[in-house]
Structures are given as structure tokens and as C-alpha cells.
């Protein structure tokens, strides 16, 4: 069973640049949630996607939006690049039908906007 | 305020000492409730996942929620200097589609 995996590792933008952000969800996993981590802080839900469409959305402009394809992998995208963007972004990925609510992160992408 | 509070230390502890990381919260809609552990660099992983009140015990680790008085605990009996990590407590309300929110971490030294 291969775990969560994000693209790229670590990425450098400068303010008002675009970004995107790929997660590879869980083996068996049909829901992606992505999440903004600040230095020193909790994770912050973004949004979650269920069968390729957006189901919840955290308090974030919609200069942040995604995409979830059929193999239920997902892209984060950024627009208009604010230097408070810079953060740790994370996927996590869980199968809808189980009712543990568990959610697997994976390593996440550290985004620098300069 | 924030929905979800924690101390943020940092906590250093001797090897073998018992840990309790606390948070609470304000939303009595909260209906499930776990524990995250981050080591620098990686993402979150699951140490342990209630909804009722009570205590649930997994080897040295015991989860603890109080609903009545919006509080949940974390102990870890034995620590370890391989425990030293961020904690991050998370909470998801009922009928939220799984939208986790987190407390800000306590970030945890066990020293050997």
C-alpha cells in the first residue's frame, strides 16, 4: 500500500506569481483534503474534494481553487502569490466509506514566496 | 478567539517521564477528536482517534475527552527521546465532511 505522496518538495515563488501544488492520495482513497500549515501553527483546512468535485472549503479566497481526477489525485493552485501564502502545504487523503475518519498526510510541499 | 486551544510550550522532559499535552475547545459541535504527531520536515500521523467521552489506551499512549467540559488530554507514559515531535490536537464537528481543525502544537523535547 503506497502512502500519500506531494509534488514538489519544497518551491520558491516571488508575490503575485502562480503555483501549483500535486498530491497522490493513498492507495484505495477516494477523498483529498489540502491543508495550510504557517510556521509554528496548526494546520488550516483549505478544501476538500470528493469524486472530482469541491466538498468543504476553509476560510481561503477562491485565488486558491483545485482540481481532484479520476485516479483521485489533486492539484492545489495559487493565484496572485501574497507573501503570507509562504507555508507548509498539506494533502491528506481517506476513503469516505469509513466512518473512522482517518486521514493520512502526506510530507507536504514548503512554498517561499519572496 | 480560536476554536481550538493548546499550550504551545516548548516541553523538555527527562527520558521515562509522563507527558500530558491538553487542549480545549469552544464549539460543543466537535464530536470527534484526535492526536497528531509531526517530526520536522514530515507531515501529521495519527497516534490515536476517539469520539465519545472517556479514555481510549494504546501502549503508552491514552486519549482522554471531556465534552462536558470541552478539554481533551494526551498522556504518554515511558517517554522517549524518539516522542520528541510536534503534537497536534484536531477535532472534526459533526457532519463537516471530515474538515479537521487543529490546535497550534505543543512541540515536545524528551531528553535521554
Same mark, same amino acid.
Given at each position: 500500500e503506497t502512502g500519500v505522496t506531494q509534488s514538489p518538495t519544497h518551491l520558491i515563488k516571488t508575490r503575485g506569481q502562480q503555483v501549483t =501544488?500535486?498530491?497522490s492520495s493513498q492507495s484505495g482513497h477516494n477523498t483529498v483534503s489540502w491543508y495550510q500549515q504557517a510556521l509554528g501553527q496548526g494546520p488550516q483546512f483549505i478544501f476538500q474534494y470528493y469524486r472530482e468535485e469541491e466538498n468543504g472549503r476553509g476560510n481561503f479566497p477562491p485565488r486558491f481553487s483545485g482540481l481532484q481526477f479520476p485516479n483521485y489525485s489533486?492539484? =492545489?493552485n495559487v493565484n496572485a502569490l501574497e507573501l503570507d501564502d509562504s507555508a507548509l502545504y498539506l494533502c491528506a487523503s481517506s476513503h469516505s466509506g469509513r466512518t473512522n475518519n482517518e486521514q493520512f498526510f502526506g510530507p507536504g510541499t514548503r512554498?517561499?514566496?519572496? | 478567539q480560536k476554536e481550538v486551544e493548546q499550550d504551545p510550550g516548548p516541553l523538555s522532559v527527562p527520558e521515562g517521564a509522563i507527558v500530558s499535552l491538553n487542549c480545549t475547545y469552544s464549539n460543543s459541535a466537535f464530536?470527534?477528536?484526535m492526536w497528531y504527531r509531526q517530526y520536522s520536515r514530515k507531515g501529521p500521523e495519527l497516534l490515536m482517534y476517539t469520539y465519545s467521552s472517556g479514555n481510549k489506551e494504546d501502549g503508552r499512549f491514552t486519549a482522554q475527552v471531556d465534552k462536558s467540559s470541552k478539554y481533551i488530554s494526551l498522556f504518554i507514559r515511558d517517554s522517549q527521546p524518539s516522542d520528541s515531535a510536534t503534537y497536534l490536537c484536531a477535532m472534526i464537528l459533526s457532519g463537516s465532511a471530515r474538515q479537521l481543525t487543529f490546535g497550534s502544537g505543543t512541540q515536545l523535547t524528551v531528553l535521554p
Open positions: =501544488l500535486r498530491c489533486s492539484e =492545489l512554498l517561499t514566496v519572496l | 464530536q470527534y477528536f
